[in-house]
C-alpha cells in the first residue's frame, strides 16, 4: 500500500463545474496535509495546507481533512481552463518532517 | 514566485558522470530538502538540511549527497550517474519555526524553486 494515493485521472470537467479531487494516506500518525497544483513542466505551487479536521476555505478552494477515515480531498469551484493542472497531494508525518507526496491528479477543465 | 532558486535550469550528462545541482533558500528560510520526480510521478524526497546538517534521508543511495552552507544556500551532487538518474530535481526552503518541535503552523509549509531538468544519456 502506497504511503498517499491519489487517482491519476485525467479528471474532466467542464468549466464552471466544480471539480473534486481526493487522497488517502496510510500513516494515522500524519499531522499536516498540503496541495499543491503543478503545471507541466514546472514546478509544484502551493495551493492549500490544512491540519485540523473539517473544512477550509480559500477563494475557489476547499480542502476537506478527515482524520478518522485518512483522507484528504480538494474541492474547486467555477473550475477555469487555467485549473488545468495535476493536483498533488502531500503530507506531513512529523512537524518538520519530510513531504510524502501522491502521485498527483490530473485535472483537465473544457471550455 | 517563490524566491527560492535554482541552477541550472536544463542539464545533460552521460551515465557514469557526476553531477552537482546548486539551490538558494528564500530569504530567511534555514531548512532545505530535496526532491527527485521522475515523469508521471510524484516528487521523491531525498534528504534534508538543517543548520547545515542532513536532519532526514529518503530511500536514496550513497551516491546522493549534499551540502549546505552558512548563507542556507545548498548542493545536491550525484555520482556515478545512472540512466534512471534522469528526473526533475526540486529544492524546496522552509522557513525558521518548528523543525521537529510542536505545534504545527504554517511553518511547516515548504515552497519549491523552478527544478533543474537532468537527463542521463
Known amino acids: 500500500q502506497k504511503e498517499v494515493e491519489q487517482n491519476s485521472g485525467p479528471l474532466s470537467v467542464p468549466e464552471g463545474a466544480i471539480a473534486s479531487l481526493n487522497c488517502t494516506y496510510s500513516d494515522r500518525g500524519s499531522q499536516s496535509f498540503f496541495w499543491y497544483r503543478q503545471y507541466s513542466g514546472k514546478s509544484p505551487e502551493l495551493i492549500m495546507f490544512i491540519y485540523s479536521n473539517g473544512d477550509k476555505e480559500d477563494g475557489r478552494f476547499t480542502a476537506q481533512l478527515n482524520k478518522a477515515s485518512q483522507y484528504v480531498s480538494l474541492l474547486i469551484r467555477d473550475s477555469q481552463p487555467s485549473d488545468s493542472a495535476t493536483y498533488l497531494c502531500a503530507v506531513n508525518i512529523a512537524a518538520g518532517n519530510k513531504l510524502t507526496f501522491g502521485g498527483g491528479t490530473r485535472v483537465l477543465v473544457k471550455p | 514566485e517563490t524566491g527560492v532558486t535554482q541552477s541550472p535550469t536544463h542539464l545533460i550528462k552521460t551515465r557514469g558522470q557526476q553531477v552537482t545541482l546548486r539551490c538558494s533558500s528564500q530569504?530567511?528560510?534555514?531548512?532545505v530538502s530535496w526532491y527527485q520526480q521522475a515523469l508521471g510521478q510524484g516528487p521523491q524526497f531525498i534528504f534534508q538540511?538543517?543548520?547545515?546538517?542532513?536532519?532526514g534521508r529518503g530511500n536514496f543511495p550513497p551516491r546522493f549527497s549534499g551540502l549546505q552552507f552558512p548563507n542556507y544556500s545548498s548542493e545536491l551532487n550525484v555520482n556515478a550517474l545512472e540512466l534512471d538518474d534522469s528526473a526533475l530535481y526540486l529544492c524546496?526552503?522552509?522557513?525558521?519555526?518548528?523543525?521537529?518541535?510542536?505545534?504545527?503552523?504554517?511553518?511547516?509549509?515548504?515552497?519549491f524553486g523552478p527544478g533543474t531538468r537532468l537527463t542521463v544519456l
Open positions: 530569504s530567511g528560510h534555514n531548512t
Open positions: 524546496a526552503s522552509r522557513p525558521p519555526g518548528t523543525s521537529g518541535r510542536a505545534p504545527l503552523s504554517s511553518t511547516d509549509t515548504q515552497y
Open positions: 538540511y538543517y543548520r547545515e546538517e542532513e536532519n
